[in-house]
């Protein structure tokens, strides 16, 4: 690995859903392949207009990518991944800077992200980049079908 290596941003599209799967995968986020990680579903998504995939190479590779969504109120960072080979560099503090400069950009002042309470690393990084971890927020969520 050549630590000198510039990443160069990289805004991505469903041409690149394979990659995008690939790194999820070996940052090892659970794929719902049959649900919402569809390729279908990520065309669908895309096709809302409000999806904004982007990511990181180190060459070639792409090395961290992460979904910018927003609901008109909020921007949410979600499936924020890095290559495990990535790690400790700044990646993931990169792609949330992004983030919020995308959402910034559409008038967007409120950032947020849904982070499990096991995932420390994902809490000190968000704690890391300014994020209030709020301790009285219960998520609620239902779904329409098992594989959703
Ligand atoms: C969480 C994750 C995205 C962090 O990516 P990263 O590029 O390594 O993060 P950064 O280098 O930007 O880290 C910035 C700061 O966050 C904190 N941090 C990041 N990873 C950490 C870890 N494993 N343990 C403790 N603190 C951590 C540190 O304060 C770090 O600063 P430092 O390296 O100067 O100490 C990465 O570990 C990952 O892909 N995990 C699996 C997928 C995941 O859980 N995604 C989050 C879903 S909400």
Redesign the pocket.
Known sequence: MDETQPFQVVYLDLSHYDEIMALWQR???HIRPAGRDSVEAFARQMATGVQTPIGLRAGEQLV?VVLATHDSRKGWIN????DPD?????????LIALCQAHFQAQGIDIWT????EW????L??FA??GYTLAQDITYASRRSHAEV
């Open positions: 940052a090892g986020l961290a499936r924020l991944a890095v990535y790690r400790r560099r700044g990646l993931a503090t990169r992200a849904l982070i499990e995932n420390q690393p994902s000190a990084l890391s980049a």
